[in-house]
């Protein structure tokens, strides 16, 4: 017999340091964000990095476009430099559009993207871009999508039942294992899945709805988003739809978040209005900042300066200084801007405001219980 301490010793030696060992010495996730400020907020600073995330919805609820605003932003933020880490893209679907691509912000030429044919060819191409050193992020577009050799093959009259589901598995296997071996050299690896949901063919009671595909990729998950989109059309401006809203709903996380949903909207088309021009794909994170800050009360009119707008320092709210702009518009701008610096001194904020409402609520429930 032997204590645990000299086991892990053993087993790091013979595995790696990220093997085993007391749990303090395994950092939290890093986040990604999508730069959609609501879903950030939501998620307490974005996807969780080093993980597996599903996205799934109806049609033209945005999940495509949630995982090409993520890629754009991993583009940004690991994409650069001489440790520069690369996005991986298998297309099952055969949807990528190098025009669509670049209004997301992504960068195409910085993209690996792969086209299967089949799950067993999905699979393999898993495997080996997941034990590739420079892959920081892979995006399966869509689980729904991947096909066996013999679905394919074999007439439609010979039904092949959940014939893609073993090498799905396979390609959702070799992605896990890609992770734990980028944990190994202390790198991140990070896998988002795409999926669409289908309803049970008389199925009366309970949920109708589920994913195609593996049962493994919702164990596997830390996050799931389950998306939802709707296009609002401005007949008196257009015939075509001027913004989509968007909802998402967290359905699982296995990281703290600060709320279960979130919404916001996509432009659709350009236009104006109230001399703020609106661009194609752009997200209303102005507006939900604007209403952020003055209901925290960071955003306020001077009382030193009349008509000018007072913002607190989010760069520095150690120094609890006031900067001063001469519109409501321009400390918006400044602070939208600073997008990290605005999230994580939202997150804070808001993760205090939660701790002591929540504290409010058991008290409360507590003197309701003695009475």
């Not at 996730?29 to 959609?36: E, N, Q, V």
């Not at 949807?95 to 393999?124: C, I, N």
């Not at 909207?265 to 209403?291: C, D, F, I």
Request: proline content about 5%; overall charge neutral; some cysteine.
């Amino acid at each position: 017999m032997h204590k645990l301490s000299d086991a892990a010793s053993t087993i790091t030696k013979a595995y790696g340091k990220t093997a085993g060992g007391l749990g303090f010495k395994f950092p939290s996730f890093a986040r990604l964000p999508s730069g959609i400020l609501t879903l950030d907020l939501a998620l307490a600073g974005g996807i969780p990095m080093g993980a597996v995330s599903l996205i799934y919805g109806n049609e033209s609820s945005g999940k495509t476009s949630l995982a090409l605003r993520l890629a754009a932003q991993f583009q940004q933020r690991h994409g650069k430099g001489k440790n520069a880490r690369k996005v991986v893209w298998i297309d099952a679907e055969n949807s990528w559009d190098d025009e669509w691509v670049r209004l997301h912000g992504v960068d195409p030429k910085q993209v690996y993207l792969f086209r299967p044919t089949t799950a067993e060819e999905a699979a393999d191409i898993a495997d080996e871009v997941a034990m590739s050193v420079d892959a920081g992020i892979i995006f399966v577009d869509s689980i729904a999508a991947l096909s066996s050799i013999d679905q394919l093959e074999k007439s439609a009259e010979k039904v092949v039942v959940a014939g893609a589901a073993k090498p799905s598995t396979t390609l959702l296997r070799k992605l896990g294992a890609g992770i734990t071996e980028h944990s190994k050299i202390g790198q991140t690896l990070t896998v988002v899945y795409i999926n669409q949901p289908r309803m049970k063919i008389g199925f009366h009671m309970g949920n109708p709805e589920f994913l195609p595909g593996p049962v493994m990729q919702n164990y596997q998950a830390f996050l799931k988003l389950r998306l939802t989109g709707k296009a609002i059309l401005k007949e008196k401006i257009s015939p075509i739809p001027i913004y989509s809203d968007n909802t998402a709903k967290i359905v699982k996380k296995k990281f703290p978040c600060i709320r279960q949903s979130c919404e916001w909207q996509t432009m659709l088309y350009p236009w104006e209005q109230g001399g703020t021009k609106h661009w194609p794909l752009e997200v209303n994170n102005r507006t939900h900042a604007e209403t952020l800050l003055e209901d925290l009360d960071y955003l306020t009119k001077s009382e030193t300066s009349k008509g000018k707008w007072d913002l607190f320092d989010l760069e520095n709210p150690d120094a609890g200084e006031l900067l001063q702009f001469p519109t409501k518009t321009a400390a918006v701008t400044h602070a939208i801007e600073r997008y990290d610096a605005l999230m994580k001194f939202l997150i804070e904020d808001l993760l205090m405001l939660y701790k002591d409402d929540i504290k409010k609520q058991l008290e409360e429930a507590e003197k309701a219980g003695h009475k």
